[in-house]
């Protein structure tokens, strides 16, 4: 399987400053279509998960542009610009390119 | 847009329980779905996927041979059949579609005499 390992597992934060985190794959995740199927998911506290980012980049329907994805073959980044109280909780990284989808650990963002 | 899990419940290990998940507001048919665990305080694991017509279904390792996904599409429901359930069976089941894009609220299985 794709291990998926994230960095860093704790994140404290102050709020209105930016803050980045990473994952990276075991092996590429370039698909033979040529998509990269890379999703973000952030974990509100006692809340089921919900998709940010698909494919990398691009952003889910109603999510703040404050949250971005980059990357691409195996490093990737998810950045918030600035930090809100609503931020809080776990974000999960996600490959769909090869079966079966594997997560990442975790970053567990906090507000200082 | 929704997905409405059911069927948790408290179960002895060697037992068995049958999961539910009712779709509304989208084309269940027209989707790739798959169920996704938590264990109490941990991370997220997809357990198994399934294509439009079913006739493509994926397993991880841990439970091959003893859970089954299936759906009906005329019902847009989705299920997970789990047999000989361990106490590490233990854990928050959610229906997703297969890449993450909705979720369910999730359903409680806990494995334990």
């Known amino acids: 399987d794709v291990v998926m390992t994230q960095s860093p597992l704790s994140l404290p934060v102050t709020l209105g400053q930016p803050a980045s985190m990473s994952c990276r794959s075991s092996?590429?995740?370039?698909?033979?279509?040529?998509?990269?199927?890379l999703n973000w998911f952030q974990q509100r506290p006692g809340q089921s998960p919900r998709r940010l980012i698909y494919?990398?980049?691009n952003r889910d329907s109603g999510v703040p542009d404050r949250f971005s994805g980059s990357g691409s073959g195996t490093d990737f980044t998810l950045r918030i610009s600035r930090v809100e109280a609503e931020d809080v909780g776990i974000y999960y990284c996600?490959?769909?390119?090869?079966?079966?989808?594997?997560f990442g650990q975790g970053t567990k963002v906090e507000i200082k | 847009v929704q997905l409405v899990e059911s069927g948790g419940d408290l179960v002895q290990p060697g037992g068995s329980l049958r999961l539910s998940c009712a779709a509304s507001?989208?084309?269940?048919?027209?989707?790739?779905m798959s169920w996704v665990r938590q264990a109490p305080g941990k991370g997220l694991e997809w357990v198994a996927g399934?294509?439009?017509?079913?006739?493509?279904?994926n397993y991880v390792d841990s439970v091959k041979g003893r859970f089954t996904i299936s759906r009906d599409n005329a019902k847009s429901s989705l299920f997970l059949q789990m047999n000989s359930l361990r106490t590490e069976d233990t854990a928050v089941y959610y229906c997703?579609?297969?890449?993450?894009?909705?979720w369910g609220q999730g359903t409680m299985v806990t494995v334990s005499s």
């Open positions: 997703a579609t297969a890449l993450g894009g909705l």
């Open positions: 507001g989208f084309t269940f048919s027209n989707s790739w």
């Open positions: 399934m294509n439009q017509d079913g006739s493509e279904k």
């Open positions: 092996q590429s995740l370039v698909y033979s279509d040529g998509n990269t199927y």
């Open positions: 494919k990398v980049s």
């Open positions: 996600m490959q769909g390119t090869h079966w079966p989808g594997t």
